[in-house]
């Protein structure tokens, strides 16, 4: 495009003109370096209020947070049936794999809170899978225990459009 100029609040900017291409360089490092300040301040924040224990990080099946942010047993007992009997099951056979054949051998559904949608904050009972079996079994959540900061998001490993790909474990 010839002849396109640039308008913003300070004035008309002309990208044919050197003192211009310049100025508009320089408007765009310094946003630059705005945007990385701006991340960079919320993180700190966010590793603020986990040292505190203050961040609100998904709860497993079986918990609910209230309003004022304490964690509670959710009132729901068949949600706690079937998490008892996850865990039952999995002291019993020891494998993620024999607690899964069991409950879809059985039809045996698994509780989650819907996050988003329609549904939200209601419980959406699903047909168990073995991520979601496990992620039972390891969270410390599942124990009581608050823990932040286990593994990290490696930009170069996510994969457009796909959700909770790039993780990786700190070790």
């Not at 701006?38 to 497993?60: C, D, H, S, Y």
């Not at 002291?91 to 993620?96: H, N, V, Y």
């Not at 039809?107 to 979601?132: F, H, N, T, Y």
Request: charged residues 25%; hydrophobic residues 40%; positive net charge.
């Amino acid at each position: 495009m010839a002849g396109a100029l640039l308008a913003d609040p300070d004035g008309v900017h002309d990208p044919a003109e050197h003192n211009d291409r310049l100025l508009l360089g320089l408007k765009d490092t310094i946003s630059e370096a705005e945007l990385h300040l701006i991340k960079q301040r919320m993180w700190n924040g966010r590793i603020g209020k986990a040292r505190r224990g203050e961040l609100a990080v998904p709860l497993p099946a079986g918990h609910l947070r209230l309003a004022d942010g304490h964690v509670v047993k959710d009132p729901d007992e068949q949600v706690h049936t079937v998490v008892r009997l996850v865990f039952d099951l999995f002291d019993e056979l020891g494998l993620i794999n024999g607690v899964l054949r069991f409950l879809v051998d059985h039809d045996i559904q698994l509780g989650v809170r819907a996050r988003e949608g329609p549904e939200k904050g209601l419980w959406v009972w699903r047909r168990p899978s073995r991520i979601v079996i496990q992620n039972m079994l390891r969270r410390p959540a599942s124990a009581g225990i608050y823990v932040y900061g286990r593994g990290r998001i490696d930009p170069r490993r996510r994969v457009p459009g796909r959700l909770c790909t790039g993780c990786t474990t700190s070790g």
